[in-house]
């Protein structure tokens, strides 16, 4: 994976592990357990990640990082 892209993975799970989850969630599009089940699998550096859509991924990243 580009150096680029890794960047954004890292600051995709800063973000997950960080922010409340009700943002999270209505962000993401998500329900409290795939969001529960996401950072644990972050917290223990699992590369499957449980599915969260792709608009959802978007609008937080350019809402926290632009």
């Known amino acids: 994976m580009p150096e680029k892209e890794q960047e954004l993975v890292r600051k995709f799970e800063e973000l997950i592990l960080t ?3 009700h943002e999270l969630t209505e962000i993401l599009g998500c ?3 795939m969001l529960h089940r996401l950072r644990s699998q972050i ?3 699992y590369h499957e ?3 969260v859509q792709y608009k959802g991924v978007i ?8």
């Open 19 to 21: 922010l409340p989850a």
């Open 31 to 33: 329900s409290y357990s």
């Open 59 to 66: 609008t937080l990243l350019s809402r926290y990082l632009l």
């Open 49 to 51: 990640r449980s599915r």
């Open 43 to 45: 917290r223990r550096g």
